[in-house]
């Protein structure tokens, strides 16, 4: 366990008052209530369904914008190969 070998690696103090007053006055500390004082600020959430719903939509659309790449990738060779279309165009190698 990392915290155990962590714990026996170091000489720990419980902090002071001063050493929270010190957290908090540089930030970093989140919001903790030691003896009715607060100390700190902000807090932990987890990430709520809309950092989930972004992620996913993330997700759909980078795997989108793969496929059309490799399909682009392999179709877009064939519509460069030299040949005339119908309307007289022709497609160039490049």
Request: positive net charge; proline residues 3%.
């Amino acid at each position: 366990n990392q915290c155990y070998k962590f714990q026996t690696k170091t000489d720990m103090t419980p902090a002071s008052s001063s050493d929270l007053e010190l957290a908090t006055k540089q930030g970093t500390i989140l919001g903790i209530k030691v003896d009715g004082i607060h100390y700190g600020g902000g807090y932990y959430g987890v990430p709520g369904p809309g950092v989930r719903v972004a992620k996913a939509t993330l997700r759909v659309s980078l795997s989108t914008m793969a496929l059309v790449l490799v399909f682009y990738y392999f179709y877009g060779r064939k519509l460069r190969w030299d040949h005339k279309n119908d309307d007289g165009f022709e497609y160039s190698r490049y």
